[in-house]
């Protein structure tokens, strides 16, 4: 222990004095029982003097490195162990306690501070424990100790523990007991009881005790008597019952109605709101009552719900009063009673039957279930463990090119690799898959179609038969109402339908080509209808789309209207108005004051909608098939609306906890009548938008084993323009399977002699669908030797999309790629001469077919199977990997593999890629520093797309390898492949916070730029190395990313035709 200097260094005398004194205590201190009382008081008074009334002395004894108050504090201990007359100890402690707790008043905290950590709550706790011994205790020396305890409890973090352990709590509450009418004593105990109860432990100890009860005895009505300590028994009321035992205490005791009684008395008294916090904390105590499932229901017996309910509207004018409106309605979403889904069944209502059901797998479990077992919640004790992600095995981070399997098997690949044997001698030069054209025989209905018939039914059109011409077409009766009856006079005066002439905005584009293409795509619920979205094509709008701007209070306003449903049961239409599960859905009686809904076509996902008020629907998604969750995507059609009228949409099955709908994302629509009238197209719409924890009860079946969860509702409202309309909602901009195959379809007509296209079909999917496989390259020059060497040899680049169906963002930027690949812009040409491209531009057909979110038809996420494929259930992934291992065989793995996804929770375009090095970073694996030797070379392709595309975002870039990821595309091909440069790249659903478009919505436009600037980067790869040998690039490349200058160095010996590409606001100057 420091010695308290005798003088300061400057030898000031009001500190020599001060410290003085100090020197004298403590050697009296040392003298124990022999020592002086009266003097050691007299000394220690003159201190305390000097320190209240000095600055400087405060200072000097107060600071964190003086030992001035251990001084004191010993002082005080010996005095008290000296029992030679307790009244003068008494007297000495009470004027001690006195005087350091005026000490410790005047600096809001931060002497407690220095008394806590120099012991000084051990102190009192036993001066607390020897007081409390004398019968009766001295009531001045427990007010002085008490109210010093409250000053010095919340700065102690080990208060609690403190008290427990020395005995004090008994000390207080027995104090409390002996003087509930005392308010002078009972404020300082109970505010030191309100520390002591933000310790569980004791809270559940003082609970035993009757502290509850003792508690409930202070709350009392309104009344401008006692306010401050009606608070502080509040606050220590709340605390107490945190604990779930305590909260039965108080539900045993009959005092939830209590409660909500002296809730409602404040609420209506206290008009000039001066008590805020005493409401505040009458509601923080049923908040933590309505924790354990008694309370919930004690307080809906007490029609809780009407009180807070009735309580909030009236507060909901006053903004200071949004603590109450809001912990109310955390209270009453807490309360209000669970439903569950209005379905019969959680499971997808469409089934697809599995050639085979392997035991352990999803499907077998999903169909074992008893009928309704998945809507319960029920006992299931799967943990989650999902805390530590990262891979942590150092022999699994390192890549291993394993070929997994015998060649011979393989060899069968090669024929999807022609041109890496092409000699180019033979006149044919391609074999274009014509397969596709061969379709399978069955009726399909187009909308154009049903303008044709004079009776408007639901024609069938054998294959072939219907060729509708583009043109004028009459539309009868908007809506869905295939196989309707009774429809044809309204028909005759239906709107005229011009398709809209979009050839010249979008080349890829044929609506005629897209009914062609339809009648080739197999669905499981055999749709037959084309949304007409898809059928007239979508053209980007030229104005920009910012994040919508959250209103305040939009979330609440909504809670509390869904809480009404519960107030008001009288204004409840409660009406199913469309129902995938009733066989003869969409056909629900029709008396013209509902809207009518369809999603039966392609890609469209809506299985039920009930009317819950004039102008409110409640919408319910289908699960993926073979499933009982992954629902996110929506695409649904909406008619017989009225112009001018705000209808609200809710959604009210979403799983995910939250949604970038809560920060500026808005849902997609497109009207018929705008796009027949030259604007076809998709635009960002919907106001009063949020998503949020909604009554619905989630099966912990459908939720990975997690019990009390709840679904989520996303809800918008919006209003309709046009008469006679027919509208389309969608949750991103749709991308159908037809609207693939027409858009290669057109990009082959494209195709000029130059470049080198081959379409072949991959395989087939469990639904009978063909999976595509795209082969671009450029020609070579001539039937040169050099020629054809340099294009057999040229690097592969794999590319793939929309495993996860729900991300169609990603077929957007994949078409982006596609057509900047077919162009004919010199950069194109180059990018062709430069590399093979082999791409997968759907690696989940069934998925985006069927309206799915995540899956297959199989039941599972695709992407987290290319570990080990299984050829039946996962034909496309099984035979994309084999093309991958074919290559590895031959020595020929692609420079670059990417997977295009989308995004559902952040905004921008951006990168997940593998790194070893930074996967160790950021574990806590000890590895050694050969371990460690990486090249950076995957860093390279990000950060230049970061340089040129203006959506990318390198900061939101990871190259971590987790443990939840290693069955996916990206780490697979890195690890089993060997690709080192093997990524997923992610684009967001809503927009960018950075960069050009920051604070806009992305649209298809963006996405594509997205696609084409990929292509750029690639070909900025190539050229920035000028290299064509491998290993030599990824050397190459690790120089690029160091030191700025090796960057300009190589730009300045670049040649001519590198300066052409490389603008001079976008040179590399990467800091890694
Ligand atoms: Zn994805």
């Known amino acids: 222990m420091n010695k308290p200097k005798m003088a300061t260094e400057k030898g000031v005398p009001s500190n020599s004095r001060v410290l003085m004194l100090l020197g004298q205590l403590e050697r009296m201190n040392g003298e124990a029982m022999g020592r002086d009382v ?26 964190k490195g003086s030992t ?114 005392n308010t002078k004593l009972l404020l300082p105990c109970l505010q030191v009881l309100r520390v002591y109860s933000t310790n569980s432990v004791n809270a559940i100890s003082l609970g035993k005790n009757g502290v509850v009860e003792l508690m409930f005895k202070i709350v009392a009505p309104y009344s401008k008597k006692n306010t401050s300590l009606l608070k502080v028994a509040l606050d220590a009321l709340g605390a107490l019952l945190k604990s779930k035992t305590n909260a039965r205490r108080a539900v045993d005791g009959g005092h939830v109605p209590i409660l909500l009684a002296l809730y409602l008395d404040w609420h209506r008294n206290d008009t000039r709101h001066r008590h805020m916090l005493i409401r505040k904390g009458l509601l923080v105590c049923l908040r933590n009552i309505t924790n354990i499932k008694l309370g919930r229901k004690a307080f809906i017996d007490a029609d809780g719900m009407r009180v807070l309910y009735n309580s909030s509207t009236e507060c909901l004018p006053v903004r200071t009063l949004d603590p109450l409106i809001n912990t109310s309605s955390l209270i009453m979403r807490k309360c209000f009673p669970k439903n569950r889904l209005p379905l019969p069944t959680i499971k997808s209502a469409f089934h697809y039957q599995l050639p085979h059901i392997p035991a352990a797998g999803p499907v077998a479990q999903l169909y074992s279930q008893p009928p309704g077992v998945d809507d ?19 022999n699994k981070l390192h890549p291993k090119k394993i070929p997994g399997r015998p060649f011979e098997e393989l060899r069968v690949y090669e024929r999807f690799f022609v041109e890496l044997s092409e000699d180019f001698q033979a006149s044919i030069l391609f074999t274009v898959d014509n397969n596709s054209s061969t ?60 398709v809209p002439d979009t050839a010249l905005l979008l080349p890829l584009h044929d609506p005629d080509l897209y009914v062609e293409m339809v009648k080739g795509t197999l669905s499981v619920p055999q749709y037959a209808e084309v949304a007409y979205p898809d059928y007239f094509g979508h053209v980007a709008p030229t104005f920009r789309e910012p994040h919508l701007e959250r209103v305040y209070g939009v979330q609440r306003s909504k809670i509390f ?5 519960l107030i008001h049961p009288n204004d409840i239409v409660d009406k199913v108005v469309y129902d995938l599960d009733i066989p003869s859905c969409p056909l629900i009686e029709d008396n013209g004051e509902s809207l009518k809904f369809n999603s039966q076509f392609e890609s469209g996902n809506l299985r039920k909608v009930v009317q819950v008020r004039k102008n409110e629907y409640d919408l319910v998604l289908n699960s993926d098939i073979n499933s009982n969750h992954y629902h996110q995507w929506f695409y649904f059609e909406v008619s017989g609306m009225r112009v001018g009228t705000m209808y609200r949409f809710n959604i009210i099955n979403c799983e995910k906890s939250n949604s970038q709908f809560n920060y500026g994302m808005q849902v997609l629509m497109y009207s018929v009548q705008e796009a027949i009238s030259g604007r076809p197209r998709w635009v960002r719409t919907g106001t009063d938008i949020c998503y949020y924890k909604n009554h619905f009860a989630r099966s912990s079946i459908a939720a990975g084993g997690q019990k009390g969860k709840s679904y989520y509702t996303m809800t918008f409202t919006t209003s309709f323009s046009h008469k006679d309309d027919v509208c389309y909602f969608a949750y991103h901009y749709p991308y159908t399977y037809s609207t693939l195959k027409m858009h290669l379809s057109k990009l082959e007509a494209l195709r000029t002699p130059q470049i080198y296209l081959r379409q072949d079909v991959l395989c087939e999917t469990l639904g009978g669908n063909k999976c595509p496989l795209l082969t671009i390259t450029a020609m070579p020059e001539s039937n040169s030797n050099d020629h054809i060497c340099q294009f057999r040899n040229r690097p592969l680049i794999f590319l793939s999309a929309r495993v996860h169906p729900g991300e169609t963002n990603a ?45 297959s038809l199989s039941g599972e996420d695709l992407n987290r199977q290319w570990q080990s494929p299984n050829p039946e259930l996962h034909p496309t992934i099984y035979h994309t990997k084999s093309l991958l291992q074919y290559l590895a065989h031959i020595q020929r793995a692609p420079l670059v593999f990417c997977d295009y996804h989308g995004h559902s929770r952040k905004k921008n375009v951006f990168m997940y890629g593998c790194s070893v090095k930074e996967t160790v970073w950021q574990s806590n694996i000890s590895a050694t520093s050969s371990d460690l030797q990486e090249d950076l070379g995957y860093r390279a392709l990000p950060k230049i797309l970061s340089q040129i595309a203006p959506a990318f975002s390198m900061a939101s870039c990871s190259f971590v390898v ?80 160091g030191p700025q200058c090796k960057v300009i160095r190589l730009f300045s010996n670049s040649t001519p035709q590198i300066n052409h590409y490389a603008r001079p606001n976008l040179t590399l100057t990467t800091k890694v």
Not at 376 to 390: C, R, Y
């Open 38 to 63: 009266e003097t050691a008081r007299q000394v220690t008074a003159k201190i305390l003097h000097l320190i209240q009334t000095q600055e400087k002395s405060g200072k000097e004894v107060m600071s």
């Open 68 to 181: 001035g108050m251990e001084v004191i504090l010993a002082s005080l201990e010996v005095g008290l162990t000296n029992t030679t007359g307790h009244d003068r100890t008494l007297t000495t402690s009470t004027f001690y306690l006195h005087k350091i707790r005026s000490l410790i008043e005047v600096s809001r905290g931060r002497r407690a501070g220095v008394f806590v950590s120099k012991g000084g709550t051990g102190v009192l706790f036993q001066i607390l424990i020897s007081a409390s011994k004398e019968l009766p205790p001295s009531e001045e020396l427990m007010l002085q100790l008490h109210s010093l305890l409250a000053k010095v409890g919340p700065k102690d973090r080990k208060f609690g523990v403190k008290a427990r352990l020395s005995g004090a709590l008994n000390v207080t509450v027995n104090l409390l007991k002996q003087n509930l009418q």
């Open 376 to 394: 319960v919640v029920d006992e299931s004790d799967n943990e989650e463990t999902d805390n530590d992600d990262i891979e942590t095995d150092l």
């Open 439 to 498: 379709q399978p025989s069955r009726p399909i209905i187009v909308p154009t179609a049903q303008a044709l018939s004079p009776k408007r039914d639901p024609i069938s059109i054998p294959l072939g038969g219907c060729n509708p011409t583009k043109g004028t077409h009459t539309l009868p009766n908007w809506g869905s109402d295939c196989g309707s009856e009774g429809a044809e006079d309204e028909g005759a005066e239906g709107a005229v339908l011009e």
């Open 561 to 565: 209207q869904d809480i009404e449903r």
């Open 811 to 855: 077929s957007w930027v994949m078409k982006g790629t596609l057509e900047f690949l077919m162009g004919t812009s010199p950069l194109a040409a180059s990018l062709r001469d430069a590399y093979i491209f082999k791409i997968v531009p759907m690696l989940n057909p069934d998925g985006v077919i069927n309206g799915n979110h995540r899956c």
């Open 962 to 1041: 987790e443990r939840s990821k290693e069955s996916t595309a990206r780490v697979v091909v890195w690890r089993e492949i060997g690709v080192q440069r093997s990524y997923t790249m992610e684009s967001t659903l809503c927009g960018c916070d950075q960069g050009k478009y920051k604070g806009l919505q992305i649209g298809t436009r963006e996405l594509e730029e997205m696609g084409a600037q990929f292509c750029v980067a690639l070909l900025r790869l190539k050229r920035l190395t000028g290299l064509r040998n491998h290993q030599h690039l990824l050397d190459l490349e690790s120089d690029i990313i």
